[in-house]
């Protein structure tokens, strides 16, 4: 049976390096949620800690009802795919993958059709009779997912399971995996540092930096409504751009950045009326919601294009504007645009993101 999985202002400390701090999460039964961040910091820790390998300094975790904090990891029924993971080097694949299920005593007939099931998925079907050592990274961590798969938790883990295989293969156990989640009816808890393919996987979605939870959310809120200047720059590729600018009260309220005076959707955010006069403040804007304009439309940042790169069906144009800051933009690949050309970028209102500078957090009303 699926099972909510709540943290309740979970610590974790080594010594006094305090790396998981006052996490406070809630997942729903049935999700598939992410813990994203970048490394070191504290995702394996915080799963570690939900399986049962790590002890809790402080907090509560329970699963449904039961807090679990002093359960054995045998007893949580969890099934974890290791970030390091290790496979029996003495056991071909098929044993390796059949491991949980034989030491349960389940009858052969059903071992075997659940190992080629899972062996089918992963793709590694014709690889059930090698041994570990004449595998490839990526097929080791396939036949390590595998384990796991077999297996029917109550909760499933994983850790960065997808690190070693390449870009296509990535692609591919991407969709397989959300397709098994269906399938498998259970809460998993997924842990990467990959924004895409958090976006990609997720039900849900917990930004992590430096020990802390930055934001909890599904991916559409995450990447529309960053909540701070880390949760959005660490979404999206190309990453957002980011320019400083200030409140012109003179102006009605406007917007200064560079030379220009930007409109804001004063609704979207409400906060900025309550700013200081001087307030420094950070325009975010994703490189997909710049337009390119041949003529000095009002509102419009004035700057000469300086990179041009093909990405395939797009190119991303990097800017120097008339300030010295710079700006990169997204534009279709049939764009005619060349290196030295002036141009005059036009900023979508309803895609920008406003920040306290000083703080970070994001002046969009929540
Ligand atoms: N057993 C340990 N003893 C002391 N410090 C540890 C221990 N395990 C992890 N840490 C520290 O805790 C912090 C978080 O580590 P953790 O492995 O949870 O990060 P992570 O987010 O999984 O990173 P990565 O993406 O690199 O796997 C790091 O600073 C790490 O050095
Ligand atoms: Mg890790």
Redesign the pocket.
């Known amino acids: 049976m699926a099972l909510d999985v709540v943290l309740s202002r979970v610590n974790k400390l080594?010594?006094s390096?305090h790396?998981v701090k006052d996490v406070d999460l809630k997942f729903p039964a049935l999700n598939f949620v992410t813990l994203l961040?970048?490394?070191?910091?504290?995702?394996?820790?915080?799963l570690r800690m939900i399986a049962g390998l790590e002890t809790v300094s402080h907090g509560d975790i329970y699963f449904g009802e039961r807090r679990i904090n002093l359960v054995r990891p045998g007893q949580r029924d969890v099934a974890m795919v290791f970030?390091n993971y290790a496979l029996y080097p003495n056991m071909n694949v098929f044993r390796n993958i059949a491991y949980s299920l034989r030491v349960r005593g389940t009858p052969r007939e059903e071992m075997e059709k659940k190992v080629r099931e899972v062996a089918e998925i992963l793709e590694i079907s014709h690889l059930l009779d090698r041994k570990p050592r004449h595998l490839s990274g990526g097929q080791r961590q396939r036949v390590a997912l595998g384990r796991a798969m077999v297996r029917n938790p109550a909760v499933f883990l994983m850790d960065?399971p997808l690190s070693n295989l390449d870009a296509k293969l990535r692609v591919n156990m991407r969709s397989e995996l959300k397709l098994f989640h269906q399938r498998l009816q259970t809460t998993t808890v997924y842990?990467t540092?990959d924004q895409l393919e958090a976006m990609t996987m997720s039900d849900l979605i917990a930004v992590?930096h430096d020990g802390k939870v930055q934001q909890f959310g599904t991916p559409a809120q995450i990447y529309n409504e960053p909540c701070n200047l880390f949760v959005a720059g660490f979404i999206g590729s190309p990453p957002m751009n980011f320019l400083p600018a200030s409140l012109d009260r003179d102006s009605g309220g406007r917007l200064r950045v560079g030379g220009a005076m930007l409109d804001v959707p004063g609704e979207t955010f409400p906060g900025l009326g309550d700013c200081p006069a001087d307030a420094k403040l950070v325009l975010g804007i994703r490189p997909q919601d710049v337009e390119l304009a041949a003529e000095a439309l009002p509102g419009s940042l004035a700057g000469e294009v300086v990179l041009v790169e093909l990405l395939g069906s797009e190119k991303l144009v990097d800017i120097r504007l008339d300030g010295g800051q710079r700006l990169v933009v997204q534009v279709r690949a049939d764009r005619d645009i060349a290196v030295g050309e002036n141009v005059r970028a036009v900023i979508s209102p309803n895609a920008m993101q406003l920040f306290d500078e000083a703080s970070g957090e994001s002046l969009r009303r929540r």
Not at 41 to 46: F, I, Q, R, S
């Open positions: 080594f010594g390096n790396v961040g970048p490394s070191g910091c504290g995702k394996t820790t915080l970030q960065e842990v540092h992590m």
